[in-house]
């Protein structure tokens, strides 16, 4: 079998959905998404959307936010580009039936996070990115020149000759076959790499396939040493990852420390929450810190934060009764695939948008809520510029893999010990040493599995951990030439941010 379309998608985000919707419009579109459709990153999403929607707000103000965000690296034109896009794309959701709280008929409840100088985070309660995943689902399948392959996992992009993406290797997880999707325009939304660190908010489809195939192709890509971490996921060992969104902190819950201290303000950028609470537990010994709600009127928590009332309940914790145990985790990559403006690649044929890119809008640490606003935007800004100008090309021979069959367990435990080194060295606090300790392990570990890769018949396991090791490499690789310390990257041994020297991304140039 083989995928033929005007226009290949790879994943089922709101970058891949968003820009379905819109390339639709002019040509077939294939979406390949490596397990169901609605699991994403963007199902996920609780805190909302951030768009300039009220009065008193303005465009001026937000891309302030958003630079202040990003420390010194955001592409202020971009950022500018992107923000006064942001109400027209909220509309756009609204009008294919995107149902939003409202404060009253027609007028959308806007909420404050962290950073934000301004109430304008767009919200559907706390489950925002389920709302705009069944949003777009919805409207994506009432298509009819869209298809989408479930359970597709695209392998490697494919190259030919003269340098232009022509589509996808792709494994159909179920039946085990590699097939070709080929496309004259192909759109990378494949998200982040949450899962290259052991405590991740991010769900499993988070390895970073995006960015190593990117790399793999010749793909130019930056700032990956840029991890942002989350300051409050559910502390719940044993449990399964669940983030406890920052809106609650904009709502008036306070962070407090074992001894029911207040230690930041709780409204300051991610990067230096997640700081301060890791300090606060190497101080006190303590396992997390709480998010203490029960200031709040508790019927009005309840009403406003349904998801994470029961999640929390279901783990013991009533909180509108007692604080809610917390702890940093891996949650954004600000870094990926670079792009222009219209979220094109150095690879003719190949399109970037959402997490996976670096476009220039996040810079050294994201805002709070301008991560589905960016999706959004370049998904649209990508269809509106993506030209079908080549034909199809014929003769792309793929190589395929070997004929061996590698254990699971042994997949699980190379998996395990990459994240866990990935935590240890390069996490909220990095030092010259751990760095070097790790970019030195992430290429070992990427050595062997590539051994291992080559040698064994194709497991969607295999190349996902392939990609881990690849994006390890990266991050540590960056990491390691940053020597200071700037939104989400944090070195001990240069703790100072330094214009002087690092007010610039980190460019890594494909070959
Ligand atoms: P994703 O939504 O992650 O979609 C990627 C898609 O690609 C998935 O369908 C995946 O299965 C698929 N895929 C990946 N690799 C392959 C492959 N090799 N082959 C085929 N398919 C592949 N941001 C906000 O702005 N507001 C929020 O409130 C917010 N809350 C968040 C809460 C949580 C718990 C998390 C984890 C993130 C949150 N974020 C939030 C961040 C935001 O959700 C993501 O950055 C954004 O949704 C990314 O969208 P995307 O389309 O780029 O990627
Ligand atoms: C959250 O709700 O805290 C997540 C928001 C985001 O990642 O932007």
Redesign the pocket.
Known sequence: MKIEADYLI???????LFFALKAARHGSVAI????E?R????????????AVIDASDSVASHVEDTLAAGDGLCDRAIAEAVVAEGPEVVRELLAIGAQFNEVSPGVLSLMREGGHSHARVVHADDM??REVTRTLVRAVEALPNVTLYDH????DLIVDVEGRCRGAR?LDVQDGQLIEALAPVTLL????C?QVFLHT???R???G??VA?AWRAGANVGNMEFTQFHPTMLYDPGGPSF?V?EALRGFGAVLVNDRAEVFIDSLKTRDKVSRAIVSQMQESGAECVYLDTTVKDADETRRRFPNIYQHCLGAGIDMTKQPIPVVPAA??MCGGVCTDEHGQTNIAGLYA????AMSGFQGANRL??????E?LVFARRAAGHARIEAPVGKGVKPTAGGKGVVEAAQLAERRQALREMMWNEVGIVRSDQSLQLASAEAGRMAKEIEILYDGMALDAELVQLRNLATVAELIAGSARMRLESRGGHYNSDHPERDDANWQRPTLLVGH
């Open positions: 790879i994943g089922s985000g709101v970058a891949g390949v998404t490596k397990r459709r699991e994403s990153n963007t199902q996920y999403a609780q805190g909302g959307i951030a925002t990115g597709h996992l695209a392998v792709v939304a494949t998200g982040g949450g908010t991010n769900p489809v988070a390895s396939d995006g195939m983030l969104s949650h954004y948008a959402g997490e996976v709070a809520s301008n991560s589905l606003l999706g």
